[in-house]
């Protein structure tokens, strides 16, 4: 039984990993938390269905279709919102991607109230036995479309210069000004890119969940868990961390109580913020000055 939770764990950690690593996307651009991450990916999630059942568009152009969409709402919320108020505390930031968050969830909620929607069969219905474990098509899919993204990700921040202008900004937006960097445009495009990431784990979890305007909130919560536990701002923790949560969620569920899968990403923030504030592969990050 066990290591069928840990395949079951890893597949539904990658998800959480995902999301995990558009926010840290995110955070790289302000240092703040985007407590609205959550309904992009709700975001994501409504506009391929909208797209594959309304329109009749087939899932991979729809889902691509979604990306666009999702990239063009996270720069226009940061070209709109956000930099006018960047050089204030982060707690105003904080509240204004929290505000933007409840106005996407109060947007589909005017459209589709609290209904519960279906998402039509994409993936195929088989499943592959390898000794005692099972793992279905679901599973291989999605973590192989995930785990390829996240080595595009990893090669992009840490071995070309367009990563290097990224994480530049990251310690210190003033000295990456001062040696030409367009600051501006690089908060633009990791904005648009955290969300078009947040979409797709939207795109991904279409298919195999039900689709309601308050899903936002339980991403939001293990993504920010898998976060904390890898530590902020890092790329690699982010996808520890979500892994990690994935499969203590179902270990714990099954040998201690069902309740753990819903709360058990609440205990991992409270357990590392009170051992280990920084997390496994976080540090500091530099003041803004």
Not at 61 to 78: E, K, R, S, T, W
Not at 149 to 174: D, H, P, W
Request: aromatic content about 10%.
């Amino acid at each position: 039984m066990l290591p069928q939770l840990i395949v079951s764990g890893i597949a539904q950690g990658i998800l959480y990993a995902l999301v995990a690593l558009s926010m840290t996307m995110v955070y790289r651009a302000t240092t703040v938390i985007n407590f609205g991450h959550g309904d992009l990916v709700m975001g994501g999630a409504f506009v391929v269905y909208v797209l594959v059942v309304y329109l009749g568009i087939p899932y991979i152009p729809a889902a691509l279709l979604a990306l666009a969409v999702l990239f063009a709402v996270g720069v226009a919320i940061q070209r709109g919102l956000i930099q006018w108020i960047l050089a204030g505390p982060h707690l105003a930031l904080a509240m204004m991607a929290l505000a933007v968050g409840y106005a996407l969830r109060g947007g589909a909620r005017v459209l589709w109230g609290r209904e519960i929607l279906p998402f039509p069969r994409i993936f195929p219905e088989r499943s592959y036995v390898v000794g005692d474990v099972v793992v279905t098509a679901d599973n291989l899919i999605i973590s192989g479309v995930v785990l390829a993204l996240m080595v595009l990700l990893f090669v992009l921040f840490y071995a070309t210069r367009a990563g290097k202008l990224i994480q530049a900004v990251f310690q210190t937006q003033r000295g990456a000004t001062l040696v030409g960097i367009n600051v501006g445009a690089v908060h633009g495009w990791m904005w648009g890119g955290g969300a078009a990431l947040g979409a797709l784990g939207g795109v991904l979890l279409a298919p195999i969940t039900f689709l309601y305007p308050d899903m936002g909130v339980w991403v939001l919560v293990r993504g920010f868990a898998a976060m904390t536990l890898g530590g902020f701002g890092s790329f690699h923790g982010a996808v520890v961390g979500g892994v990690i949560l994935g499969i203590v969620e179902l270990v714990l569920g099954a040998y201690v109580s069902t309740a753990f899968i819903d709360i058990s990403a609440y205990v991992v923030v409270v357990a590392v913020l009170l051992l280990r504030p920084d997390g496994l592969f976080g540090r500091q990050a530099v003041a803004r000055i």
